[in-house]
């Protein structure tokens, strides 16, 4: 019985030996089952580790986070079935490399926008702390030095991550646990890049033709051109003959035996007669001065018009607009609006106030700058700002600071009415090419006192240089 078993598992053993032997060979022959890159590994590794433990937070938060965090989950997905393209294949063109980095780009995209159409979240600071800092995906795009580039995609986030820290601190812990390993994923990706990544993308130079390590991921657009159509045919014959036939170079031999005929060259001329002479016959001169005749042409359309109107085509008109393009608010070509506000800001916001006309901007809230550009009749009001307020080739504007204010720049407007309040009296106004400034200074009466600012100029020659003042008005 005992010598069976033995027969037994000594044949088991072979039947496992010639089936590894088999796995190996069929390993051999087919070169798409190789083992992954390491660096290839090393990304499973941090996808199954911090981001894991941050998706699963993001799952007990729930709502909007949830929402995002599977989109960030597909964002990290597609780049890591880019790099397993980058490991089997050599360098692509350019236009190729931009084809394959397209999905991984337009899932960034959206995720931006699914933070901007949720500004109103009370999870906003979880969602712009992604939002922020997802572009440091596109280290795959950077050379030589990729792994600075997410240490600073991870700054950009850290502010809103710092607000999640100081808003849950003492409230909740999951929400702590959160920023941190959002924080820790972003960390872990930078030391990842420097390890396998270090000056750039690690193409496989030995690798295969990029289109066939990445079937099903190359886009059908961005095959490669056809060929260029064929050289155009020779010129027809005709071209290089007369209308008789005859060639080019027979017909200027031609022109010039007629030419070198000499007194001969005249026989062929026609006799005038003293009837067909026009000095003996005034009566043909008056037939000769017959007045001239435009030739006909072609009627023009009949094109009407209302008076009043201008002679030149006036530009299209474009739509409205008020909305934030990532950190400018954008109000631009509205016509007397009176009730222009945005009161959702932020310090590192800034307002952009473009070709309006008759219309009043109020900005609420602490922000970076404003700038205002070819505006007519408009006016702002603003609470504090970090930098300065701007306004280019402006006429009839006002401005009005609540706040504080460092610097008020004025340049090509006609006519600037500028109000300031008791904080913002430190201001300082810089002007060039502009006319009819006025600044009203708030007294302890609670009136203001208009000060114009000087607009002539003495510039005197000292002997060393030139010395330039402004003429006061008396």
């Known amino acids: 019985m005992a010598a069976d078993l033995a027969s037994l598992v000594s044949r088991l053993e072979n039947v496992a030996i010639k089936l590894e032997k088999a796995v190996s060979k069929n390993q051999q022959l087919l070169p798409n089952e190789d083992v992954m890159n390491p660096f290839v590994l090393a990304y499973d590794e941090l996808l199954d580790g911090p981001f894991k433990s941050f998706h699963s937070l993001c799952a007990k938060l729930g709502n909007e986070v949830l929402i995002l965090a599977d989109m960030v989950e597909s964002a990290v997905k597609t780049q890591r079935q880019f790099l397993v393209t980058v490991s089997k294949s050599r360098q692509p063109p350019e236009n190729v490399l931009m084809s394959l980095l397209k999905p991984t780009s337009d899932q960034i995209q959206a995720i931006q926008e699914f933070r901007q159409k949720n500004r109103a979240s009370v999870y906003f600071n979880h969602l712009s702390a992604v939002s922020e800092s997802i572009p440091?995906?596109?280290?795959?795009?950077?050379?030589?030095?990729?792994?600075?580039?997410?240490?600073?995609?991870?700054?950009?986030?850290?502010?809103?991550?710092?607000?999640?820290?100081?808003?849950?601190?003492?409230?909740?812990?999951?929400?702590?646990?959160?920023?941190r390993t959002w924080l820790q994923f972003l960390n872990e990706l930078q030391a990842y890049i420097k390890k396998y990544h270090l000056t750039g993308l690690n193409w496989n130079s030995s690798g295969s033709d990029v289109k066939e390590a990445s079937t099903g991921f190359f886009p059908a657009s961005s095959c490669p051109p056809p060929p260029p159509p064929p050289p155009p045919p020779p010129p027809e014959a005709s071209i290089l003959t007369g209308s008789g036939g005859q060639s080019?170079?027979?017909?200027?031999?031609?022109?010039?035996?007629?030419?070198?005929?000499?007194?001969?060259?005249?026989?062929?001329?026609?006799?005038?007669?003293?009837?067909?002479?026009?000095?003996?016959?005034?009566?043909?001169?008056?037939?000769?001065?017959?007045?001239?005749?435009?030739?006909?042409?072609?009627?023009?359309?009949?094109?009407?018009?209302?008076?009043?109107?201008?002679?030149?085509?006036?530009?299209?008109?474009?739509?409205?607009?008020?909305?934030?393009?990532?950190?400018?608010?954008?109000?631009?070509?509205?016509?007397?609006?009176?009730?222009?506000?945005?009161?959702?800001?932020?310090?590192?916001?800034?307002?952009?106030?473009?070709?309006?006309n008759d219309c009043l901007v109020l900005v609420k809230g602490k922000i970076n700058a404003i700038t205002v550009d070819t505006?007519?009749?408009?006016?702002?009001?603003?609470?504090?700002?970090?930098?300065?307020?701007?306004?280019?080739?402006?006429?009839?504007?006002?401005?009005?600071?609540?706040?504080?204010?460092?610097?008020?720049?004025?340049?090509?407007?006609?006519?600037?009415?500028?109000?300031?309040?008791?904080?913002?009296?430190?201001?300082?106004i810089?002007?060039?090419?502009?006319?009819?400034?006025?600044?009203?200074?708030?007294?302890?009466?609670?009136?203001?006192?208009?000060?114009?600012?000087?607009?002539?100029?003495?510039?005197?020659?000292?002997?060393?240089?030139?010395?330039?003042?402004?003429?006061?008005?008396?």
Request: glycine fraction near 4%; charge should be neutral.
């Open 136 to 179: 440091a995906l596109g280290w795959v795009t950077v050379a030589p030095t990729p792994a600075p580039y997410v240490k600073e995609m991870l700054d950009a986030g850290q502010f809103y991550t710092n607000r999640v820290l100081m808003d849950y601190k003492d409230k909740d812990k999951n929400h702590v646990d959160w920023a």
């Open 430 to 474: 810089i002007s060039s090419k502009s006319s009819e400034i006025n600044v009203s200074v708030p007294q302890p009466s609670g009136d203001y006192m208009e000060f114009a600012v000087p607009e002539q100029f003495r510039t005197v020659w000292t002997g060393k240089g030139i010395h330039t003042d402004c003429v006061d008005k008396m």
């Open 248 to 356: 080019m170079e027979d017909s200027r031999a031609a022109l010039f035996r007629e030419i070198n005929q000499g007194e001969n060259i005249t026989k062929g001329l026609r006799t005038v007669t003293a009837a067909q002479q026009t000095h003996k016959n005034p009566e043909l001169r008056l037939q000769a001065t017959t007045p001239y005749k435009n030739p006909p042409t072609t009627a023009r359309p009949f094109k009407p018009y209302s008076s009043g109107t201008a002679t030149t085509p006036s530009k299209p008109v474009k739509p409205p607009r008020t909305e934030l393009e990532g950190k400018k608010w954008v109000v631009e070509y509205h016509q007397g609006r009176k009730d222009l506000v945005i009161d959702q800001t932020q310090m590192n916001h800034t307002v952009q106030v473009y070709q309006c």
């Open 375 to 428: 505006c007519k009749k408009t006016s702002i009001v603003f609470d504090d700002l970090v930098s300065s307020v701007e306004f280019i080739n402006c006429e009839r504007i006002q401005a009005q600071c609540m706040g504080k204010c460092p610097t008020i720049s004025v340049d090509k407007t006609d006519g600037a009415q500028l109000f300031l309040c008791k904080d913002s009296l430190d201001v300082q």
